[in-house]
DNA sequence: CTCAAATCGGATCGAATCAGTCCGATTGCC
DNA sequence: GGCAATCGGACTGATTCGATCCGATTTGAG
């Protein structure tokens, strides 16, 4: 019931791009490194992960760097967690072509799951980067 | 962003319990094991935690065994998921006593995931086992 | 046009956590 | 009083996750 740190550390890291993102256009991995306190390497792997989510676009080569590919307001905690856990999915039974579950037929569970699946995903779909700069707490709880 | 299979199986384990209260009284490890298909080692260490959090009440010796300590109806996920795996959290940094963040002052973020946590438990705690044991959906997505 | 510097991308290694198993302590029945 | 059955705690093995290192690609300068 923890999500990853490296979802930790991209939210952060998006958060402070977002911040960034009026001022210079551009910004390098080396950069948010050193203003977060997060391990370069570690930056690195989230710059991969999120620009193959779509979220931000990077360029290589000297001078390079990334951007947020969308405005702030329209990119979410959701988004910044299933671009780096994958789908939020509270149990393993609720995937796809899983079957172990010897009950599975007479689970009452399950469907229960699903609903809890979709309060949590509606609870991070609520808060987006805009709102995480701004620092300003909306009445979500 | 994912629920330990400890807190998975305490939740059948728990549901299973539920469905044998009024029936007979206790119920023991091996019993349940065999009906849920949750290894008996694994289902008598939940039993040690479930009981040390006060769900159930454990009685050792031969015909020993346990029972619910509460009434279904007051028992939810949220209790389960907090016994096994320690209180909702969804980030390190909110935790008492963490300062690792180097940003920790300025951290705007830091708020914003009190809401989210808030907003997760109250998912978890409106189900409770009763309504896990019909199998009833109610609209809390 | 060539060289050099800086960046992203993938792969490897180590550590922490977690699930599973085994053995001991305790209790009720015979 | 002895025996059997059950919970309780401790150890071992495996899997996953996080951090580091090296190579591929691209741009800018000379």
Partial sequence: MRLSSLADYAVVMMTASARHCGVSGRLNATLVAGETGIPLPTVQKLVSRLSAAGLIESTRGTGGGFRLS?????ITLADIVEAIEGPIAMTACVDAGKHDCAIEAECQVKPHWN???GAVRGALAGVSLAQLSSGATHGHA
Wanted: proline share 25%; glycine share 0%; no cysteine.
């Fill in 115 to 117: 609903a809890v699946n």
């Fill in 70 to 74: 969308r405005p702030p307001a329209t």
